[in-house]
């Protein structure tokens, strides 16, 4: 089975479309994401659209933000979390569809879990929230208690910084492993990256491909310009979203 992984989307549609073409040619069976579909970005509707056809999916922070009342939120998350919220419910379109995203959010699991495979959106701790940043490898009673709730590989993202943890307080980013990585049953947590809001210096959108014997890491460019004049056009879009793009940052 070679299944994709995609995490962090954001609202982002240039980045998603690009993402599901290049899935398309990688012999991918099944797509898997890892919450947080909105947020940020200026297409959500359209991007909720297309995740429906993946095979499985789960809530992040930003998708449950929209659900519900946003907490922990900075100031410009907050007003897009409030403005996505508003297209959602926009009384201009088509109601059965806005009914059909809203149920579709609405029904998302925290995390799923097959065999060997924990599939989370921010730790296996916390499935929901918590942040595991690169730095954290050096944070051993961290990691140990993390690790202590993995049985062999979680899957996350939240972060939108793509790499792998091992159980040796380790973090290795994909261009230090070649993008590839082999399932040899020693404890992992992978990060996949984020599509739609790549923070690790490389504007490429990322995402895994995943196999039962290894994970490899896909970089993918698309027009970021397009999607930057898109939040730049919204008021109520900070512009940094859109400069954080071309950033990768």
């Not at 579909?37 to 995740?51: A, F, K, W």
């Not at 690790?147 to 290795?172: D, K, M, R």
Request: charged fraction near 30%; hydrophobic fraction near 35%; charge should be negative.
């Amino acid at each position: 089975m070679r299944r994709a992984l995609i995490s962090d989307i954001h609202g982002n549609l240039e980045a998603l479309q690009a993402v599901l073409e290049d899935i398309r040619q990688q012999g991918v069976t099944e797509i898997y994401c890892l919450g947080d579909i909105i947020g940020y970005g200026p297409n959500p509707r359209e991007c909720i659209d297309l995740v429906l056809d993946c095979q499985a999916c789960i809530l992040g922070n930003h998708d449950q933000g929209a659900l519900f009342d946003p907490e922990g939120f900075n100031s410009g998350a907050e007003r897009a979390i409030f403005w996505t919220r508003e297209q959602l419910e926009s009384p201009r379109g088509d109601q059965a569809a806005n009914a059909r995203r809203w149920d579709f959010l609405g029904e998302l699991p925290r995390c799923i879990r097959e065999d060997r495979f924990l599939f989370v959106h921010g730790s296996a701790r916390n499935p929901l929230n918590e942040y595991v940043f690169p730095e954290d490898a050096y944070n051993q009673r961290k990691m140990e208690k993390i690790f202590g709730l993995v049985e062999q590989y979680c899957f996350q993202g939240h972060t939108h910084v793509p790499g792998v943890f091992t159980e040796g307080s380790n973090f290795l980013a994909p261009d230090e492993i070649n993008y590839e990585y082999a399932l040899a049953g020693e404890k992992l947590m992978v990060n996949v990256g984020s599509v739609g809001q790549p923070r690790d210096s490389d504007n490429r959108a990322c995402y895994v491909v995943l196999t039962d014997d290894k994970l490899e890491y896909r970089r993918v460019p698309y027009d970021f310009e397009v999607t930057a004049k898109k939040i730049y056009d919204i008021p109520d879009l900070d512009n940094f979203l859109g400069d954080r793009l071309r950033e990768g940052r």
